[in-house]
């Protein structure tokens, strides 16, 4: 077996023992558990740190936007989703395009 | 053993089939894309995207390096499983069917059933739970061997507006979840803990962040509770 098709199998077994660790340890409490809690909050610290980041110091083909492009593009879609409770799909929609039109507009 | 009827999956799914499901077809995408450049087969991208199932861990492992340090980095870099899944097994109900929805604990669903599995009636949870994360299952996988096969076509600005619109979907979903007054701390401190990212390995940073500022929230949540 090639080294990177090893490399996967193991790690799709990792991620079910993850998943399956957190069914087992918090199957049988009830949502408001201390336990549950503390879960609920590292997730959520989790993905807004992950957010944080790929927008202020992003990897990969997203570094190659310019700062303030990702910037506007963050904005236009929370001015969208927040401010004018625009949905989901309309809000992602135009911050993309925001996005596209500031890093168009900075070259 | 029979067969449980589709019907009760059906909302789930066809809420998963909007913003989401564009969201996580874009990153899919980029990385069917991002794996063809690396030269590895389309099994292997499909394997990547449908059993690993979480991008962070993905990408980790498209990296390569080796067996172990690949493995292991992946493990940590998607951690954030185990307390998501110990976040939504309460509203999952108790029986085994539960246990169905363990291949599907990833960021999308976990975030979009967070947010509607508390308001409804418990039977129809789990279902709900099952037909969104099948649909966006489903489209992760097609996205992946789209953008496996259209990779000579996308050019690299293409491929970076794909790849932001799953950050910005999730800024979108927690802009959502400010107004409770659990969900501000802990995103609040999430934001201020990024930082922690940078001093820590590639792999660790995330992990690293979440943990510090999500404790942070949970023992300032429970002080405010005491007060």
């Not at chain 1, 969208?80 to 625009?86: C, E, H, K, P």
Request: glycine share 12%.
């Amino acid at each position: 077996m090639a080294e990177a098709d090893l490399a996967l199998l193991l790690a799709a077994l990792a991620m079910l023992l993850l998943r399956a660790l957190g069914l087992l340890v918090a199957g049988a409490l009830r949502p408001d558990h201390p336990l549950v809690a503390w879960a609920a909050a590292v997730s959520q610290a989790t993905l807004s740190a992950f957010v944080a980041l790929a927008v202020l110091a992003p990897g990969g083909a997203v570094a190659a936007i310019p700062l303030p492009a990702r910037l506007a593009g963050l904005a236009a879609g929370l001015l969208a989703g927040v401010a004018l409770r625009r949905g989901l799909l309309a809000s992602l929609g135009l911050g993309l395009l925001a996005l596209i039109l500031a890093r168009w507009a900075l070259q | 053993m029979r067969l449980p009827p589709l019907a009760p999956l059906r909302p789930g799914a066809l809420a998963a089939l909007g913003a989401p499901a564009i969201a996580m077809g874009a990153t899919f995408l980029a990385f069917g894309a991002a794996v063809a450049a690396a030269g590895r087969g389309l099994g292997w991208a499909m394997g990547a995207s449908l059993l690993v199932y979480g991008m962070a861990g993905q990408l980790v492992l498209l990296q390569g390096g080796g067996v172990a340090p690949a493995v292991l980095g992946a493990t940590v870099a998607n951690a954030r499983f185990l307390p998501m899944a110990m976040a939504l097994a309460p509203w999952l109900g108790g029986g085994a069917r539960r246990w169905l929805s363990l291949p599907f604990i990833a960021i999308t669903p976990w975030a979009a059933a967070m947010r509607v599995l508390p308001g409804l009636p418990a039977p129809a949870r789990l279902p709900w739970f099952l037909g969104f994360a099948l649909a966006s299952w489903i489209v992760a996988g097609l996205a992946t061997a789209l953008g496996h096969a259209a990779a000579p076509l996308l050019s690299p600005p293409v491929l970076a507006a794909l790849l932001f619109a799953n950050p910005l979907y999730f800024a979108l979903l927690l802009a959502a979840e400010l107004r409770l007054p659990a969900p501000r701390r802990a995103i609040l401190a999430g934001v201020l803990a990024a930082p922690v990212a940078f001093w820590l390995p590639s792999a660790w940073g995330l992990l690293g962040a979440g943990l510090l500022g999500g404790t942070l929230a949970f023992l300032a949540g429970l002080r405010r509770g005491r007060g």
